[in-house]
T-cell receptor, first 113, second 111 residues
């Protein structure tokens, strides 16, 4: 699976939007972009994933660049409960459940009241 | 509610002792995974299993063993051969190309 690059940390104010970037310049045509987040002392939690088109769900939006070499996770209104480490992961669609997801260090998001 | 249950939440190991971490899922998922997480680091794969009675080593399998006798259960044994076992251990499961579902982890420490 191709590698991703994320900032080590970001800060946001409560009630404001947050844009978490991820670079994946070596992404292949069959790689899905997945985002997970991990709250302190808990297991990671699935947030969203996409292939080419922008995606929205109740938790967040995923904006994918036209060349797919970068993506942005958007939290529309940050809350204190959104403070977590956010992981951007690429996963080849053809691998199915084979193998694992490769979690890097992610971006630690802090949310200020 | 369906999910993954890991137990215990905290575990202490004495020198030379084997300990077993439990992972049970009622999601009917075929694949299950064990990860290790050290402070400030990402997750590293220990073992994974695609189907019952079959499993594969991950990146850091030395000092660990697993079994998959039932679809719902994937216990991890940390053996005395694992010299640095202190870490946060996470179990996950998935089906097909769906997202991985994680348990809340077991924190293992050495006495």
């Amino acid at each position: 699976d191709a590698k991703t690059t994320q900032p080590n940390s970001m800060e946001s104010n409560e009630e404001e939007p947050v844009h978490l970037p991820c670079n994946h310049s070596t992404i292949s045509g069959t790689d899905y972009i997945h985002w997970y987040r991990q709250l302190p002392s808990q297991g990671p939690e699935y947030v969203i994933h996409g292939l080419t088109s922008n995606v929205n769900n109740r938790m967040a939006s995923l904006a994918i660049a036209e060349d797919r070499k970068s993506s942005t996770l958007i939290l529309h209104r940050a809350t204190l409960r959104d403070a977590a480490v956010y992981y951007c992961i690429l996963r080849d669609a053809w691998r199915g459940s084979q193998g694992n997801l490769i979690f890097g260090k992610g971006t630690k998001l802090s949310v200020k009241p | 509610d369906g999910g993954i249950t890991q137990s215990p939440k905290y575990l202490f190991r004495k020198e030379g002792q084997n300990v077993t971490l439990s992972c049970e899922q009622n999601l009917n998922h075929d694949a299950m995974y064990w990860y290790r997480q050290d402070p400030g680091q990402g997750l590293r794969l220990i073992y994974y299993s695609q189907i019952v009675n079959d499993f594969q080593k991950g990146d850091i399998a030395e000092g660990y063993s697993v079994s998959r006798e039932k679809k719902e259960s994937f216990p991890l044994t940390v053996t005395s051969a694992q010299k640095n076992p202190t870490a946060f251990y996470l179990c996950a499961s998935r089906t097909g190309t769906g997202p991985q579902h994680f348990g809340d982890g077991t924190r293992l420490s050495i006495l």
